[in-house]
């Protein structure tokens, strides 16, 4: 089973910052990772697919990137709304479908 | 509209069984993979199910033995039977669409509360 391990826990920032969050796997997932992020009470929403690729209606502040093992999301200028929980998933090697515990973006 | 909307969730005492349903429009559910995706109070997400014929149906070691995924083509609708539930099971439950362009998460319901609790 493939881990994937997110860094910081908790990233706190101000509106207008940029976050930059990580997503390190424990063995290659080649490109195969998104990103979800989750507001409180909601359920998660796709944001990143394969890496880099925006889904649909996804800003372009929301910035996917690496391959491998070492990946990151950024989010340039953040905005009130984009404070939640961001999560990696990997779909390189499956079953079973990992996910990353998580990092909380809070103001 | 893509929809997914699930129902079945509750209190339940260690060792009962629950039947999760997950009624679907906006697509057919034939034509994509279909997963349960779960996340106890707190905490982050876990991969528990997913199916996409009789013979492409794969589940978490957690609950393997335990849970059968299946679904009624004719309702649209995808149905999670746990048996045997323990404490550990606690947690909202998501029916999830995989994408059949790059076969992620993209379309989630908005979850069903299971509690397995005396």
């Known amino acids: 089973e493939i881990v994937l391990t997110q860094s910081p826990d908790t990233l706190s920032l101000s509106p207008g910052e940029t976050a930059t969050l990580s997503c390190r796997a424990s063995?290659?997932?080649?490109?195969?990772l998104a990103w979800y992020q989750q507001k409180l009470g909601q359920a998660p929403r796709l944001l990143i697919y394969d890496t880099s690729n925006r889904a649909i209606d996804i800003p372009s502040r929301f910035r996917g990137s690496g391959f491998g093992t070492d990946f990151s999301l950024t989010i340039s200028n953040v905005e009130p709304e984009d404070f939640a929980i961001y999560f990696c998933q990997q779909r390189s090697n499956w079953p079973p479908f990992t996910f990353g515990q998580g990092t909380k973006v809070e103001i | 509209e893509v929809q997914l909307v699930e129902s079945g969730g509750g209190l339940i005492q260690p060792g009962g069984s629950l039947r999760l349903s997950c009624v679907v429009s906006?697509?057919?559910?034939?034509?994509?993979?279909m997963s349960w995706v779960r996340q106890a109070p707190g905490k982050g997400l876990e991969w528990v199910s997913i199916?996409?014929?009789?013979?492409?149906?794969y589940y978490a070691d957690s609950v393997k033995g335990r849970f059968t995924i299946s679904r009624d083509n004719s309702k649209n609708t995808i149905y999670f039977q746990m048996n045997s539930l323990r404490a550990e099971d606690t947690a909202v439950y998501y029916c999830?669409?995989?994408?059949?362009?790059?076969?992620?998460?993209?379309?989630w319901g908005q979850g069903t509360l299971v509690t397995v609790s005396s």
């Open positions: 999830v669409r995989s994408s059949n362009i790059h076969y992620y998460f993209d379309s």
């Open positions: 199916f996409y014929d009789s013979s492409t149906t």
């Open positions: 906006g697509f057919t559910i034939s034509n994509n993979y």
């Open positions: 063995q290659s997932v080649s490109g195969y």
